[in-house]
């Protein structure tokens, strides 16, 4: 727990504290700068994921002939599939490691929003042994909760889940790949209909400052891909059968 | 991205699944764990008036010890509360009610202020008989603070009584004055920091004002009559500081004493006007963390405990440093004068005793060292040769100073 504190904890408070302080004393725009700084940090991650996803579109005609050809026998698909990859020099797994990354971001930035926020008066006595004797972050203390009419501790309401589920959803649509296996179809359909619905739900029970980083973290996300990847991608998908 | 990788493996309905608990399982275990929770059984202290103990659990009781037979004379519990749900919170339970401020005794009422927003005043003998609260024709009763658009009414800071009055700091960034005898309200003050609307700190009162420091750091001065500010004009505070203030600030020869987020010690002449304080402690740097308790003051000499471990006693006139003495936890509660010794209680339990007839040098040495084996924030008081702490762990230590030693200790939680 102490290392925890130690390395992710207390450096996310502390910079997100000051970050407040800097900006006015908006501790909202503290993170959105935070958001921007973690997507900045995770840039070569990100970038290599942005490059798979777009080989991976070009790749789309040929994995289609693929699915088509061994369509009925799965372990061969997977193996002609896998060789595909080995020689485009992608590697499937490798778009995990933005996700798993932002893992621990949101359960300090958790952490951080309940204990800067000092819902409760243990939380701002206990801000006082988790803040560096940085003057710009003691004297932002303690913080006010209120941005753009949002209760930053307070559970998020239903038009941020919306716009959470809603980034996320566009996010997720634009690098899905379509493809013409029905069964495949219908889980592709799942997964991009279940992450929104799940973080639309999270919104509702979380501390809306934690709703307001993944909106941000998605807008981001959704801007940076549309840059690298050069359009919408799978947003707005042409034909199946026409290559790209 | 995730959706193509999923294509490409043919993921099945399990491994969405497996996923969903990837994702979910920190999130539910932060937020179900004693870090991610809000609650707590809060920080009641100590208050003793004719041989009996008053404090306030943290299982949300209010409870009367004799300190000579260290029997139960009475408890009662006040109704428990919803907790908010927070996070992927484990479902909405009721918990008891935190206290916060310690209680308040006069004559055979006992007043305090609790989480749930409520002040009540009970008296010892209907409580004794374990009658229905409240007993009107005993001097009972309750006041609920209204929420008023904040989020919260809760009381947390200790209740000030003075004359025929209660003065009530809330959640809500209003204070209130209440008549102690019946609970009715005598007025209301504005809104006192409406960035934070919250008010954790007590009032003080000098002749006809009450002197209230803000989270924003402002000192506003208030009639003790009217609850408005005695201020003409725009703005209306006598005092404005670019940190907000941790805590309750206390009153001497005009001169307000506080604590401030920005780990200086405030000195205010309430008298001047002026946009300066008259000093600030440490005069240097910074101490090494905030002052979270007010100081008292005995002949004009300030003792005052820091969250960076130090006991600092500081000439009040002019801030200059007489001597410390660092404790190496955090001080999170007001020393206690006992004659001419001084009690100082750090957050790991050791009970620090300085005799202040001593001359010391610019480092104190304490005159005894005695662990009361519990962590304690609560604040605690002291008679005869003893001092009544509660700690964290919900039970009652009393500590003989000459004996250098806890000579009882009492559990006050609930026997299931």
């Known amino acids: 727990m102490e290392v925890w504190y130690l390395i992710i904890a207390n450096p996310i408070l502390n910079v997100l504290v000051a970050l407040t302080q800097l900006l006015g004393g908006s501790f909202g725009w503290a993170i959105i700068a935070l958001t921007v700084i973690v997507r900045l940090i995770s840039w070569p991650l990100t970038k290599r994921q942005l490059k798979s996803t777009k080989a991976m579109q070009e790749m789309q005609p040929k994995i289609q002939e693929l699915q088509k050809k061994y369509g009925k026998n799965q372990q061969k698909l997977q193996q002609e599939m896998m060789k595909l990859y080995k020689e485009a020099g992608i590697n499937p797994l490798g778009c995990l490691w933005p996700m798993l990354i932002q893992l621990p971001i949101w359960i300090a930035l958790y952490q951080a929003i309940m204990s800067a926020l000092a819902t409760a008066p243990e939380s701002l006595l206990g801000l006082a042994q988790r803040l560096y004797s940085w003057d710009i972050a003691n004297q932002a203390i303690p913080l006010a909760s209120s941005f753009l009419g949002l209760d930053l501790a307070g559970q998020g309401n239903i038009i941020l889940a919306i716009i959470v589920g809603g980034t996320m959803w566009v996010q997720q649509k634009m690098t899905t790949a379509p493809t013409v296996d029905s069964r495949q179809q219908s889980t592709n359909r799942m997964m991009t209909l279940l992450m929104p619905l799940m973080f639309g739900f999270l919104t509702l029970m979380f501390p809306s400052g934690l709703a307001l980083y993944w909106a941000v973290s998605n807008v981001i996300g959704i801007v940076t891909q549309y840059f690298v990847t050069g359009g919408w991608g799978y947003l707005r998908p042409r034909s199946l059968s026409q290559p790209r | 991205m995730a ?10 309905k399990a491994k969405i699944l497996l996923l969903i608990v990837i994702v979910l399982l920190p999130l539910t275990l932060v937020s179900c764990s004693p870090w991610g929770s809000q609650s707590a059984g809060g920080w009641a202290g100590t208050a003793i008036h004719d041989g009996i103990i008053y404090v306030g659990t943290r299982d949300g009781r209010v409870v009367a010890i004799n300190s000579s037979t260290e029997n139960l004379e009475w408890a009662y519990s006040i109704a428990p509360v919803t907790a908010p749900s927070s996070g992927l919170s484990c479902g909405q339970t009721s918990v008891p009610t935190a206290i ?7 004559s055979d009422i006992v007043y ?10 009970l008296n010892m003998l209907a409580r004794s ?39 009530v700091s809330s959640s809500n960034g209003r204070v209130y ?9 005598n007025w209301e003050s504005k809104v006192l920091d409406e960035k934070h609307r919250k008010l954790w700190t007590s009032p003080v009162i000098q002749g006809n004002t009450l002197y209230v420091s803000t989270y924003d750091g402002h000192v506003y001065a208030l009639s003790v009559e009217t609850g408005v500010s005695i201020v003409n004009g725009i703005p209306d505070w006598i005092f404005e ?18 604590g401030s987020f920005d780990r200086y010690l405030y000195a205010v002449n309430v008298t001047i006007g002026s946009d300066e304080p008259m000093w600030k402690f440490p005069q240097e740097k910074p101490a090494g963390n905030w002052f979270w308790t007010p100081p008292i003051i005995n002949e004009g000499i300030l003792y005052a405990g820091c969250l960076d471990g130090t006991v600092y006693a500081i000439e009040a006139k002019t801030g200059a440093k007489l001597w410390e003495f660092n404790t190496e936890d955090p001080i999170g509660t007001s020393p206690v004068l006992m004659d001419n010794l001084l009690i100082v209680i750090n957050e790991s339990g050791t009970v620090y005793v300085f005799d202040l007839s001593a001359e010391f040098g610019g480092e104190a040495a304490p005159l005894q060292t005695i662990s009361s084996g519990a962590d304690v924030r609560s604040a605690f008081c002291a008679q005869g040769s003893l001092v009544y702490i509660r700690g964290e762990d919900n039970w009652i230590y009393a500590v003989d100073i000459d004996a250098g030693r806890v000579i009882w200790n009492l559990n006050l939680a609930v026997e299931e």
């Not at chain 2, 294509?7 to 099945?12: G, I, L, Q, R, V």
């Not at chain 2, 009972?140 to 025929?164: F, H, Q, R, T, Y």
């Open chain 2, 129 to 167: 008989q374990n009658l229905t609260f409240p007993q009107q024709r005993y001097g009972e009763w309750e006041w609920n603070c209204p929420i008023d658009n904040a989020k919260s009414n809760a009381i947390v800071a200790d209740l000030l009584l003075s004359g025929d009055n209660i003065y």
């Open chain 2, 112 to 121: 305090i202020g609790t989480y749930s927003g409520q002040v009540l005043a």
């Open chain 2, 100 to 106: 916060y401020s310690t209680p308040v005794v006069d």
């Open chain 2, 241 to 258: 500081s670019e940190a907000g203030f941790a805590s309750s600030p206390v009153i001497y020869e005009n001169t307000i004493f506080l």
């Open chain 2, 3 to 12: 959706t193509t990788l999923f294509t490409s493996y043919k993921m099945k």
């Open chain 2, 177 to 185: 004055s209440l008549d102690k005898e019946f609970g009715d309200l």
